[in-house]
């Protein structure tokens, strides 16, 4: 059940982020870049670090539910780097480095995110592993791409 309720958390946290994202994005005259600071750090630290804590936590269970099996060190290790974004992310935006440095902890987290979610497809063809947490990998990471690539774009055009 709690694995539910953080799925949801991190569905329905990066939906607010979207929202406000937009909202600040669209305020005046589009500004991306006010935009992404906005947006970056709160979409790393929702999917990262709410990640990260679980497979810490629950990582046993968070395994099962995508049809994987636990294996202790590995999936620590994993959670860590996880929580490692989130906190890089914070420290970025925190540290006022500015969009140059936050779009580049966003893109090295977006790959993450592409090369874990051919690691889910992958799975579940070869292994015909169809669990939600396995297969739903592959479309929320295109649709944050999706979502992500207007102000992106947008932003890099103006830096």
Same mark, same amino acid.
């Given at each position: 059940?709690? !694995? %539910?309720?953080? =799925? ?19 305020? +005046? =005259?589009?500004?991306? #870049? $006010?935009?992404? %600071? ?11 670090? #709410?990640? +990260?804590?679980? +497979?810490?936590?629950?990582?046993? *269970?968070?395994? @099962?539910?995508? +049809?994987? $099996?636990? =294996?202790?060190?590995? /999936?620590?290790?994993?959670?860590? @780097?996880?929580?490692?974004? $989130? ?5 970025? *935006? ?6 140059? @440095? ?7 987290? #977006? ?6 979610? &051919?690691? %889910? ?6 292994? *015909?592993?169809?669990?939600? /947490? ?5 479309? &929320?990471? !295109?649709? !944050? ?7 992106? #774009?947008?932003?890099?055009? *103006?830096?």
């Amino acid at each position: 059940m709690l !694995l %539910h309720i953080l =799925d949801i958390a991190r569905i329905l946290g990066v939906a607010a982020t979207f929202y406000i994202g937009y909202s600040i994005g669209f305020a +005046g =005259d589009y500004d991306p #870049i $006010a935009q992404l %600071h906005f947006m970056v750090p709160a979409v790393i630290v929702i999917i990262a670090g #709410i990640s +990260g804590i679980e +497979g810490l936590v629950l990582g046993d *269970r968070a395994a @099962a539910a995508k +049809g994987y $099996a636990a =294996d202790g060190n590995y /999936q620590r290790q994993s959670s860590f @780097a996880l929580l490692s974004y $989130a906190a890089v992310a914070v420290f970025v *935006r925190v540290s006022g480095w500015g969009i140059r @440095a936050e779009l580049t902890i966003f893109f090295a987290f #977006i790959f993450f995110l592409v090369f874990s979610g &051919i690691n %889910h497809a992958a799975s579940a063809v070869r292994d *015909r592993n169809f669990k939600w /947490q396995n297969i739903n990998r592959p479309f &929320i990471t !295109l649709a !944050l791409i999706a979502g992500m690539a207007y102000p992106v #774009i947008e932003a890099m055009k *103006r830096i």
